[in-house]
């Protein structure tokens, strides 16, 4: 079972989303906790304002709004409405929300078994619940103790195997206009936004390019950007945003680059383990000789790694990004080390490639460094590629170059043309002086 916690500033937009979904046939309102009346006695409007009685008992808290996402393997048998009432039910009494008023949405939406909960943090007595690491120190041990409780397959099983992974949105959603849009997109958001480890909107926008989505920044100077804001683009086979934009805003989750701050600043440090898993993954491809990147991403895509390259205009890749699904991290080059870069995995693949034709690396790795002190100024010489040496040695792969390029050289040897012109030169000047 994956639990997904998350506070927001408006009941009104969190039951909305429910309802929503419930008059279009893809979710049912299953239950509702320390609510006088059952909710099939109860409309909307009802359900909404005994909610919102509550959260009016407090007008200086912000975010007094709690949506809660429980999501079971497809495997998890013999979920009936019952069971799922009383697995919310044990949740809410672990976190501490057991004496809130919550309602419980049943979405048959997806290709998983999944239930919504939405309630509020504000007590009956006005005060609030501490709602902060909730997520970390109440969610996740409440977790565990019932997927033991009601044998669940337990949600670190499902990253080692086919854990829920939303499909990407394909483009033709476009042609039945921006509600289908807004939902496809938010089924996205909400899978990914909560559980991976990314650092920042680039590293973001690595994984939701899986699913061809994007988050982009307002134009200098626009509304958008002066308020923080972000837009949500549908994108195309080749990477191109299509179709019309959609402002973070408007989501009930309301993934704003404000919101989103907090996200980048607690993931800023990459836990160790994951690093290693990544790093050792992309050695054994290497090892087993992917000769290009394109070898390499489809070596990494069947551990659960995608590798997205960052190209400038002229199609040059100058960055990597890893995409961990297992372990749920994002890592930049940089962050895996120098050997991880797009530079030096360039240059590692050519090495993979010269020994697939029996290029004796070793020897190569033995050439002396030569000097460009003959060598014209750096002013002078054209732009060179990423993979070139630093200032006053020759790379690796300019030494490789010379090799399998160079001439047999031998002192001797004066090519036939040039000794006929020589020749011919000092018998004119014997003549002359005759």
Known sequence: MVAVVKSGYSIHRMVNYNELKVTKGAAVCIGAGNYPLDPQQMSMTMRLEYLKKQVDLNQRAKRTSMHISLNFSPKDNGLSEQKLLEIADNYMQGIGFGMQPYLVYQHNDAGHPHIHIVTTSIKRSGKTIDTY????????????????????????????????????????????????????????????????????????????????VMAQQGIEGSRVQKHGGLLYRVLDVHGNPVGVPIKASSFYSRPTLKSLDTNFHKNSEKPGPQKSRVRNTIDFALNRRASSLEELSAQLRTKGIDLVMRRNENGFVYGLTYVDHVSKCVFNGSDLGKAYSAKAVQERCLVSQLQSKGVDTARMEKLPVHSNTTQSSSADRPHQPEWTSTPGTESFFSQVLDCLFQSEYTSEYIPYELSQNSNRKKGRKKSVKR
Do not use: C, F, W
Request: aromatic share 8%; charged share 30%; net charge positive.
């Open 133 to 212: 690491m909730i997520g970390r120190t109440k969610s996740e041990p409440v977790r565990k103790s019932i997927e033991k409780q009601y044998g669940l397959i337990r949600a670190e099983d499902q990253g080692k195997s086919e854990q829920y992974r939303p499909e990407p949105i394909a483009v033709s959603i476009l042609e039945y206009g921006r509600l289908e849009t807004k939902k496809a997109i938010q089924n996205i958001l909400d899978h990914i936004i909560p559980t991976y480890k990314y650092a920042s909107l680039s590293e973001l926008n690595a994984v939701l390019g899986r699913y061809n």
